[in-house]
Structure formats: C-alpha cells, structure tokens
C-alpha cells in the first residue's frame, strides 16, 4: 500500500511538471487575453479539484453518520481542509485574470459569489471542528457538513438571477464555442494532474488526522493508567 | 405522548418564561433600536435613498438582533441538565426543535412588528409596493433565520466561546435567505421590480432546510 502511495505521489510530481510545461510553453498565446490567459490552466482545475474535494467531504460526512467511524470523519477533515485550499488559489487566480481582462478586481457575478460562499461555508465548517469540544466534533461537524452542501445550490441559483459577467462554458457552449485543440490539450493535462494533487494532499492529510487520532488516544490511555497508580 | 403535544407544552413553556422575564424581548429590542440609531446616523438619508436602502439595514438590524435571541434559545436547557433530562425521556427530539424554531420565530416577528413604527419615524420610509407582500417576505424570511438559527444555536453550545461560534456558522448559509430577504423588501419598497422570483426563493429555502433541520436535529441533540 505505501509502495502504491510513493509511486502515486511520485506521478504526481511528474504530471505536474509536464502539465505546467503543456500550459506555460506549449499552449499557443490567447488572441486578445493574451498571455494572461494562461491563468485558465490553473484557474479552471483548481476550481474542479475544490468541487471534488467538497463532494468528497460530502459523502464521508455522510457516511459518519451513517457509521459512526473515524475513517470517514477523518476523511471529511481532510477533504475540507484541501478544498478550502484549492477554493483559496480559485479566488485569487480569478481577480489576478480579471483586472486586465474585464477592467475590474471583482463582481458580484454568480459563479464568483458562488464561489466565495463555498469558501466562506467551509472555512465556517473549519472553524467549528476547531472550537467543537472533545468527541462532539465529529456529529457536530458533519451535521454543518449537511448543511452546506445542500445550500450552494440555493446560492447558485439564487444568485444566478443578478446579471452574469463570467465567460459561459467554453466547451460544450454554443456554435462560437470551444477551444484550440492545443489549448484542450495542455487544459486536461492540467486538470488530471491538479486533481492528483488534490487526492495526494486529501491521502496525506488524511493519514495525518489519524495519527493525531492515535496520539489523542495514547495520552488519554497513559493519563488514566497514571491516574490509576 | 405526540409530537403535537410536546411541542404544544414546551412552547408554551418557552412563552410563558419569556412573558414572565422578557430577557429576549428587551435585549433584542435594545439591540435593534442601537443598530437602527446608528445607521441613521451614518448614512441620514432621504426619503427616496432610504427606500433603495432600507431592505439591507432592515435585516441587518434584524439579523444582528435575532442572533442575540436565538444564542439564549438552548442556555436555559443547559442549568440544572435539563436537556440531558430530555434527552433520556421519551419525548420526540423534534417536538423540542419545533418548539424552540417557533418560539424564536415568534420572538422576532414581535420585534418586527415593534421596529417597524422606528424605521418609518427615523428613514421616513413609505412603501410604493403593496404592504401585504412585505409582511408575506417578513414571515417567510425570519422563518428561514429563525430555523436554521435554533438548529445551528443547539450546535455551538457543544463549543468553546459559544456566543461566538453562532453567528460564525449561521451567516454563511444564510446568505442566499439574506439575498432574497433584503432583494424582495428593496424591491416592494422601491416598486420597480417585482419580488415574486425571491418570494419563491425564499418558500423553497424554507422547505428545504426545515426538512434538514428536522432530519438531523435527533442526531446532534444526542451527540456525544
């Protein structure tokens, strides 16, 4: 299994780097954007991998109350945490495109306040698995979980009514839609090894709440044989 | 015994504690005349600005004051361990929710209706919109703070700085009731647009999160 792992993270490394290359060098220069286009490469699957890692997050916390086992709280930890994370280089990447494209920092379009409610609904989820005490963090925690996963649809959609600045799908769209076959080229590049990135962070995030798990467990077990004496 | 019962008893509880000590009311109140005071002072508009602005000062107000009821909605419970006392006794954990979602619901409608005189006096506020659809965006609305707020208070008093940790969690969900809350009452009061898309909004958020609410409170009530 950590022999699986080593290789996995090993790829990893290696797609990124060839991704990166795909999508600074290879990639032909954006028309009117120019350069500055290339942002979409990083832009669009850090978007995705956040979007996995918030369903993800749905699902375990799901599944702990469900089950009630520290596998998948664990795993709604750390899912959370790297989403949050992705969502954070989504929210910078966007305004750092936007300014020389659309003459402005920010706007209150659907995707962008979609996005920074996401951000702000599982920084909050962050924050009470920090404050919640002792071994209500969990149920506490997935319960929130619940909560705002079932609410960013009710965002999109309500938000969605305010005039929308944000390019429409570009793949997928209308007749004028689509990309430069270099450009899809070097983006799912991008996307693949984003997302990687993205399960090697939640594995490794993972792996490290069940530690601090088994630390807990051996200081409260050494405490209540010390007090025992 | 029926959840209809439990409800009846312990929201009636809840009103007569309130009535007698009107610890929620007064505070609330207070709190509410505060933030109405000082964003007359701040932005002292006139009466065609204070139309465009009132649908977002109204419900910040409301929303700040609501958060100062809906923290006291569980202490009580907590002295003398009488949510523990619930939680061994048969009674359905949703009849206790239900009472508590509709005694803070009716907490704040009663500020609403308290507040509404200031904001007239102090914003010279005068609808263009028919009155009957800003009390209609006024029920649905504090139903949709109110009920994920109870939800969310029976959360946090299981943390540390609990006071806190309440507005913390409860704001980011809220905010797409906020949007439509503050978007439809703007929109009755100006007259320029029509408020039936939030309406409906609103009533579909209302669902949704009154089924969660009631879906997981069992859940985090005997959380341990």
């Known amino acids: ?229 | 015994m029926t959840t209809l019962t439990m409800t009846r008893a312990t929201l009636l509880k809840d009103l007569r504690m309130e009535w007698r000590s009107k610890d929620a009311i007064n505070s609330m109140l207070f709190f509410a005349l505060l933030v109405v005071v000082i964003f007359s002072f701040a932005f002292n508009p006139t009466a065609e600005e204070s139309r465009r602005i009132a649908g977002g000062l109204v419900w910040v107000a409301f929303l700040f004051a609501a958060v100062v009821a809906l923290n006291q909605t569980w202490a009580r419970e907590l002295r003398n361990q009488v949510l523990d006392a619930y939680r061994v006794s048969p009674a359905p954990p949703n009849a206790l929710f239900l009472a508590k979602a509709v005694g803070n619901f009716l907490f704040v409608v009663v500020l609403e209706a308290l507040m509404a005189p200031l904001f007239v006096v102090f914003y010279e506020l005068r609808s263009v919109g028919p009155l009957w659809q800003l009390i209609v965006v006024a029920l649905l609305g504090t139903w949709a703070l109110v009920v994920n707020g109870t939800f969310f208070a029976a959360l946090s008093i299981r943390t540390r700085s609990r006071e806190i940790m309440l507005p913390l969690i409860l704001f980011p969900i809220s905010i797409p009731a906020l949007l439509g809350m503050v978007d439809a009452t703007t929109a009755i009061l100006t007259g320029e647009a029509s408020p039936d898309f939030w309406i409906k909004m609103l009533a579909v958020y209302d669902v949704v999160f009154t089924a969660v609410c009631l879906l997981l409170f069992e859940t985090v009530l005997n959380a341990e």
């Open chain 1, 1 to 229: 299994m950590k022999n699986i792992f080593v290789t996995f993270v090993a790829l990893t490394v290696g797609l990124l780097a060839f991704s990166t290359y795909q999508g600074l060098f290879v990639a032909p220069t954006e028309q009117t954007m120019g350069e500055v286009q290339r942002i979409f490469y990083y832009h669009v699957p850090s978007a995705w991998t956040a979007g996995v890692c918030f369903f993800v997050n749905f699902l375990a916390s799901v599944a702990y109350l469900w089950k009630r086992n520290a596998a998948s709280d664990a795993l709604a930890a750390a899912s959370a945490e790297v989403g949050v994370m992705f969502c954070t280089v989504v929210l910078i990447t966007g305004p750092i495109w936007a300014r020389p494209v659309w003459g402005i920092w920010w706007t209150w379009d659907a995707r962008l306040t979609t996005t920074l409610v996401l951000w702000l609904i599982y920084v909050s989820y962050l924050v009470l698995r920090r404050f919640a005490a002792g071994g209500q963090t969990q149920v506490l925690a997935a319960a929130l979980a619940i909560f705002g996963f079932v609410d960013v649809p009710i965002v999109y959609m309500s938000i969605r009514w305010f005039r929308t600045q944000h390019p429409s799908p570009v793949m997928g769209g209308g007749e004028n839609s689509g990309l430069d076959p270099a450009m899809l080229h070097a983006f799912f590049w991008n996307l693949l090894s984003f997302t990687c990135v993205g399960i090697v962070l939640m594995v490794l995030r993972y792996r490290l709440q069940r530690l601090e798990e088994k630390v807990e467990a051996t200081h409260a077990a050494a405490a209540l044989q010390g007090g025992a004496q």
